[in-house]
């Protein structure tokens, strides 16, 4: 049996346009299928801070759960933060964790070092403290 050429023509067009779907609808649910995603703009893994607060900035992108060492975040309508943390001395991990509404979490975990400065000491003030009696005549009447 010979097909002729427009008969090609309609199967090779209703081909191109269910790729055409098929791509177009996996592009769309790319957020479903990736889940969430997690920009950080500062601080850099693996720096060292000789300030004890530290500011954590960044970009959340397709979540509706920001957390920061498991304290919720506020993000902005574009998905923006910007969020102080308070480092220990030493070694600290901090962890970044988005999700969304299927139940897929994204997790940033940061190593940062706190390297506190020699920090001048002040010697204490010796108080010296004085009593003085009061001595007072209060008359009792009968």
């Known amino acids: 049996m010979s097909h002729n050429a427009s008969y090609y023509l309609k199967m090779g067009s209703l081909a191109l346009f269910a790729i055409i779907i098929v ?20 601080p850099i893994d693996g720096e060292t801070y000789t300030a004890a607060l530290i500011d954590i900035k960044g970009i ?3 979540a509706n759960t920001f957390t920061i060492d498991d304290n919720p975040v506020l993000t902005d309508k574009n998905g923006g933060f910007d969020n102080q ?3 220990s001395p030493g070694y600290n991990i901090i962890k970044v964790q988005a999700g969304d509404k299927f139940g897929k979490t994204t997790k940033v975990m940061l190593q940062v070092i706190l390297k506190e400065t020699p920090q001048t000491i002040i010697s204490p003030v010796k108080i010296v403290a004085t009593t003085t009696e009061a001595t007072s005549t209060n008359k009792i009447s009968p």
């Open 85 to 87: 943390l308070l480092l």
């Open 60 to 62: 959340v992108h397709n």
């Open 23 to 42: 791509v177009y609808s996996v592009f769309q649910a790319r957020n479903i299928i990736f889940g969430p995603s997690i920009d950080l703009t500062s």
